[in-house]
């Protein structure tokens, strides 16, 4: 089991960055695979980035390729999301979640672990 706890959101003008941290406890933090997702009010919870256990591979989504960055650091159980260029539609909660198996579980948003959500505000 792993326990997931999102930080580092907050409220940021457009075109402004933000780093978003998702910090693991528990064991072999390393055997998840690792995305983040975003749900806004009003919509389904959208699938953003996902990386994979040694943190060679990654997939973006369309709506964040070229602005988001996902990366992982296992020694530390740590995976983060770069966020610059940010605009006002990617206001929303911000959720890490883990994986074990399947990079498909992982896009639907069918993961094992999930974070508590931190809020992320983009002001125009």
């Known amino acids: 089991q792993v326990l997931l706890d999102e930080s580092g959101g907050g409220l940021v003008q457009a075109g402004g960055s933000l780093r978003l941290s998702c910090k693991g406890t528990?064991?072999?933090?390393?055997?998840?695979?690792m995305g983040w997702f975003r749900q806004a009010p009003g919509k389904d919870r959208e699938f953003l980035a996902g990386?994979?256990?040694?943190?060679?591979?990654?997939e973006y989504s369309d709506s964040v390729k070229d602005r988001f960055t996902i990366s992982r650091e296992n020694a530390e159980s740590m995976a983060y999301l770069q966020m610059n260029n940010l605009k006002p539609e990617d206001t929303a909660v911000y959720y890490c979640?883990?994986?074990?198996?399947?990079?498909?579980?992982?896009?639907?948003?069918?993961?094992?672990?999930w974070g508590q959500g931190t809020q992320v505000t983009v002001s125009s």
């Open positions: 990386i994979s256990w040694t943190g060679s591979s990654q």
């Open positions: 528990g064991q072999n933090f390393h055997t998840y695979l």
């Open positions: 979640a883990a994986e074990r198996n399947s990079w498909s579980n992982l896009r639907l948003g069918v993961a094992d672990y």
